[in-house]
T-cell receptor, first 115, second 112 residues
């Protein structure tokens, strides 16, 4: 069964400090991996994706993520957090060979950036 | 704005009533998805259209739920005889290929 785990319900960081939001997945083969951000009462906004190639991918708003195949992880990172980064973050996986492009989402991690 | 749009943004209804939501995808996207998101959870897949064909439905999509995408453009999701457990955010997404999905703002349903 396909699954995505975000082990932390909440992450607290001070503004200016680096942040990491963790994601691990359980999918056989080489999946597509995505990060989305959700602000209150809004839909999901695409941040970045890993399809193939360089394990470090860069996305919107200064975010980046590192794909680690051996650890089946795709952690989201940012070198210097902003208060405006406070939101709900979701990791998603699309299993390989899924012609329907069905995404499986984690349960989300609430990021709190304090001034 | 050329993003995915959904209407209405909020819907409050009484138990037993029928409701219908609309999604307008990004115009060149032939793939359209419906998800349901409950509080504290990530979105859960409901159904998928490629053009006008509904190609996959989740077991979450009970017989009270039906979705259509006439002419391969906008889509509607109807819930008949709503129950309190149907209260959730209903999200629509579209994609041009087997890749990134772009989400609309969602329709928040409250069943009293």
């Amino acid at each position: 069964a396909q699954s995505v785990a975000q082990p932390e319900d909440q992450v607290n960081v001070a503004e200016g400090n680096p942040l990491t939001v963790k994601c691990t997945y359980s999918v056989s083969g080489n999946p597509y991996l995505f990060w989305y951000v959700q602000y209150p009462n809004r839909g999901l906004q695409f941040l970045l994706k890993y399809i193939t190639g360089d394990n470090l991918v860069k996305g919107s708003y200064g975010f980046e993520a590192e794909f680690n195949k051996s650890q089946t992880s795709f952690h989201l990172k940012k070198p210097s957090a902003l208060v405006s980064d406070s939101a709900l973050y979701f990791c998603a996986v699309r299993p390989p060979g899924d012609n329907f492009n069905k995404f499986y989402f984690g349960s989300g991690t609430k990021l709190n950036v304090k001034p | 704005d050329t993003g995915v749009s959904q209407d209405p943004r909020h819907k409050i209804t009484k138990r037993g009533q029928n409701v219908t939501f609309r999604c307008d995808p990004i115009s060149e996207h032939n793939r359209l998805y419906w998800y349901r998101q409950t509080l504290g959870q990530g979105p859960e897949f409901l159904t998928y259209f490629q053009n006008e064909a509904q190609l996959e439905k989740s077991r979450l999509l009970s017989d009270r739920f039906s979705a259509e995408r006439p002419k391969g453009s906008f889509s509607t999701l109807e819930i008949q005889r709503t129950e309190q457990g149907d209260s959730a955010m209903y999200l629509c997404a579209s994609s041009p290929r087997v890749d990134t999905q772009y989400f609309g703002p969602g329709t928040r349903l409250t069943v009293l």
